[in-house]
């Protein structure tokens, strides 16, 4: 069964300070792996896009790495800020024999940021 | 987000009476997905589409059924809404460049 687990389940940061989420995932085929930002009350937001033959991707304050042979991923946020305080979901998605994506997502870690 | 929008944005029904729940994109995209978010669970799929009439069925569909009569509508109905059904739902497209787009949701409680 394909899996995606998150670490940590949340995580209280003071602002301007650096944090590193965590994703590990069971899923195969592999297709690509996205990271999404939730803030409350709102649908989810990509972040960045990655596939099996890329290693790392930004997004301004965002950074995303991939190691495909650990199948593991991680979002680095640099100097946080107070609107930064959000769900963070990994998902990652297969490719169907009909290739359509799959999506399995991550429960998500919430973080908050404090001044 | 631009492109998707959902109806209503809150609701509070009764248990047992039906509820419809709308999607409507401008994209042109293929397929839609809805979902429900619970907390402790994450996002789970319950219907998705892949065209016009033709959809299937996601990890949490029972009691939920779904119908797209044109690309651009995709609906969700409650055929007698329980009490576990009290969730916020998102209405999903997909696009190859993008990803998944989500509705803003639409936070349902049934008393």
């Known amino acids: 069964k394909n899996q995606v687990e998150q670490s940590p389940q949340s995580l209280i940061i003071l602002e301007g300070k650096n944090c590193t989420l965590q994703c590990n995932y069971t899923v195969s085929p592999f297709s690509n792996l996205r990271w999404y930002k939730q803030d409350t009350g709102r649908g989810p937001v990509s972040l960045t896009i990655m596939t099996f033959s890329e290693n790392t991707k930004s997004n301004g304050r965002y950074t995303a790495t991939l190691d495909a042979d650990t199948k593991q991923s991680s979002l680095h946020i640099t100097a946080s800020q107070l609107s930064d305080s959000a769900s963070y979901i990994c998902v990652v998605s297969s490719t169907s024999s009909g290739g359509s994506y799959i999506p399995t997502f991550g429960r998500g870690t919430s973080l908050i940021v404090h001044p | 987000d631009a492109g998707i929008t959902q109806s209503p944005r809150h609701k509070v029904t009764e248990t047992g009476t039906p509820v419809t729940l709308r999607c409507h994109q401008t994209?042109?995209?293929?397929?839609m997905y809805w979902y429900r978010q619970d907390p402790g669970h994450g996002l789970r799929l319950i219907h998705y589409s892949y065209g016009v009439k033709d959809t299937d069925k996601g990890e949490v569909s029972d009691g939920y059924s779904v119908s797209r009569s044109k690309t651009e509508d995709f609906l969700l109905t409650l055929e007698s809404a329980t009490s576990s059904q009290t969730s916020v739902y998102f209405c999903a497209t997909t696009g190859v460049l993008y990803g998944y787009t989500f509705g803003s949701g639409t936070r349902l409680t049934v008393v």
């Open positions: 994209e042109n995209h293929r397929y």
